[in-house]
């Protein structure tokens, strides 16, 4: 690897290394993807999240003071998310993903991780990255987009439904992540903090007569949707008009959401109402674990 040098990234290195991570996106867009959301080289808000709570598992490689390629990851309740691992085009030759992706899973394994997952592009090369580290693929995950009024054709949730709006309280938290261990495998209640408090965001939940959630779901005001559970998969159709007539009501035209291969349930009535797919990801994990079926992640970041 020559004279490339790694550290701990920081805060200050987040803007630095969104030029990186823009070139990287670059290589792998398809010409009839256009970009949607906020632009590639914003320091989107997820990040410093992940230093605060992880900070132990960022890293940036260096070369003539000039980034060559950063990671982020996070640890919740034993399971290791590798958020973000980019390179920069130029430097793919010099084995500085795979030194950055060891440094990350070593110090997620000191914490105790014994399960990781990552959201990994149409790269071959991450593809052969990821295997080499004990992840193999689990789903295809289908980047969709579609228009919002399409969801406001789904059947009206059950009128007995009891729709609630989660806040940032213990109560709350323990409840959202009871949903979380049986359905992603995982609690998570650093990221619902983060979420609850984030100003763009809302959230909104069915609850049972004793209050227990039988399901989530988050919708932003830039039109996407996710990260969504439910008890059942069905329930997820429902969550997600409920998620819809919050935004049309925001006048939202246009929402984005990530489905997994394993929930057929959603992937059909989403694509027989003209949603497009935008690209091509993939799943890839160290095991099997929760029931995927039942979960919409937020995105590859924070998943």
Known sequence: MGDVRFRALTADDLPRVAPLRRRALDTLRT?????????????????????????????????DDAPLGYTLGAVRDGLCTVSHLFVDPDAHERDIGQELLRRLLAAAETRGAARRWVVASSSLAAHALYLRAGM??????????????????????PSQARVKRPTLCDGWLHRLNALDRAVRGAARPEDHAFFLESPDAHCEAFVDEAGGVLGYVYYWDSGHIGPSAASEPELLLDLLRIAARGLDRSGVDVITLLVPSLNPVVLSVLLQRRFVIRRLDTLMTSGVWGALDRYLPSGGVLM
């Not at 579609?146 to 789904?154: N, Q």
Request: overall charge negative; proline content about 20%.
């Open 31 to 63: 010409p009839a993807e256009a970009p949607v959301g906020r632009p590639p080289d914003d320091v989107a808000p997820e990040l410093p999240h992940l230093l605060r709570t992880d900070p132990d598992l960022a890293w940036i490689a260096e070369g």
């Open 136 to 157: 193999y693929d689990r789903a295809t995950l289908y980047p969709l987009l579609g228009p919002v009024r399409a969801l406001l054709t789904l059947p009206e949730p």
